[in-house]
């Protein structure tokens, strides 16, 4: 029997159904369940949640695309270098044997260390943000785009070698395109973390931008505040929206790639 290919709108309905219901659930077990009685800690109802967000929405949304252009612009400048550094390791293996430990070791500092460490550094401004973003979204660039370059069929490589093809040649007609989707892995993986360092550093002391709502809303209203918790869904939907974007991108760069995992598929059922 033909299996009928799940539709990824069904998906996305029955997520965030699952995520209303399960939300609305808890709110109401902490309410009159639980025995919880301090407001602060009351989580509120999501409709609640979500008409306030629409109430505030051209508020948030403008505090929100300040948050997402400076993560952006480090997202850029991260992915830049971050595909630099795979490049070079994976051109020479003595490169890739000192550069691969300390870029370990860089991230193992967590990004609760690295932020007062780039606010101190270059402040509070638009540029710390950009250098929080950029720090975050390298490492996994690198390892991913590593990873794509190591990961290349060695009989075609070898191939183009016994045509006597220049090593810059074979990169450019082998190894980046067959890296291709393991680098957008990696950028989709950067993509909210950087979102969620630049709130870091907004929340750390910053006059613009989803992070400072969140510590206004937190500080003036309490954590079990309409406003706080529509601010934190204004931040997660920016995170979300981040991954989007560079689905999008991947799906103009590389539109073989989709017809190849559908072709996968098509073979398992």
């Not at 000192?98 to 991230?107: H, R, V």
């Not at 490492?139 to 069929?153: Q, W």
Request: charged share 15%.
């Amino acid at each position: 029997m033909e299996k009928k290919p799940v539709n990824r709108k069904i998906v996305i309905a029955v997520w965030v159904i699952g995520v209303f219901l399960v939300w609305e659930f808890v709110a109401f077990a902490i309410r009159h369940i639980l025995p919880i009685d301090t407001p602060d800690t009351k989580l509120p109802y999501f409709h609640g949640v979500v008409i306030t967000f629409f109430q505030n929405f051209m508020d948030l949304a403008a505090s929100s695309w300040v948050t997402f252009i400076n993560a952006g612009r480090g997202f850029l400048i991260g992915t830049a270098i971050g595909c630099v550094i795979a490049f070079l390791m994976s051109w020479s293996k003595a490169i890739e044997k000192i550069a691969f430990p300390y870029l370990i070791t860089f991230q193992m500092i967590p990004v609760l260390g690295l932020a007062p460490i780039v606010y101190k550094l270059v402040g509070g401004g638009d540029e710390a943000k950009v250098a929080i973003s950029a720090l975050i979204s390298f490492f996994p660039v690198a390892v991913n785009l590593l990873d794509g370059f190591h990961s290349v069929d060695v009989q075609r490589r070898e191939l183009l070698y016994s045509y006597a093809t220049k090593k810059p040649i074979t990169y450019l007609k082998l190894m980046i395109p067959s890296a291709l989707p393991q680098l957008f892995t990696g950028m989709k993986i950067a993509a909210p973390r950087t979102i969620t360092a630049a709130i870091l550093i907004e929340m750390m002391g910053s006059t613009a931008g989803i992070g400072v709502k969140i510590l206004y809303a937190l500080y003036y209203n309490g954590a079990g505040s309409l406003l706080f918790w529509s601010c934190i869904l204004a931040a997660a939907i920016l995170g979300m929206l981040s991954s989007v974007v560079v689905s999008l991108v991947e799906r103009i760069v590389i539109p073989w790639e989709k017809a190849m995992l559908k072709k996968g598929e098509a073979l398992y059922e």
